[in-house]
């Protein structure tokens, strides 16, 4: 199971830190990612780690202000965003993939979280 938490409602311009805390039966794991849904849009790949060599891939809208990284020994991935613009705000989740395949394809993403709403005002 994952558990995501973290989100709520940010100024433009300011910063939140989303936590996705894996947890019950192991099993292999690629990559760890996160995905977003905004209102009346498709989910979107937002940021993806490598779950052994830490390698790490991000989409351009997010690039350079967003931050994914993993603590292997709690079984959890974070999505740090600093500079938080208006069109970031979503439903963001988490996903795991245990193979690897396309970083940014969510079929590659085998096990998802619950969202957790990320609101960014003006």
């Known amino acids: 199971q994952l558990q995501a938490s973290g989100g709520g409602l940010v100024q433009a311009g300011g910063s939140l830190r989303l936590s996705c805390a894996a947890s019950g039966r192991t099993y292999s794991r690629y990559a760890m990612g996160w995905f977003r849904q905004a209102p009346g849009k498709k989910r979107e790949f937002v940021a993806t780690?490598?779950?052994?060599?830490?390698?790490?891939y991000y989409a351009d809208s997010v690039k350079g202000r967003f931050t994914i990284s993993r603590d292997v020994a709690k079984n959890t991935v974070y999505l740090q965003m600093n500079s938080l613009k208006l069109e970031d705000t979503a439903v963001y989740y988490c996903?795991?993939?245990?193979?690897?395949?396309?970083?940014?394809?969510?079929?590659?993403?085998?096990?998802w979280g619950q969202g957790t709403q990320v609101t960014v005002s003006s």
């Open positions: 996903a795991a993939a245990a193979y690897r395949g396309t970083y940014s394809d969510q079929g590659t993403y085998d096990n």
């Open positions: 780690i490598t779950w052994n060599s830490d390698i790490t």
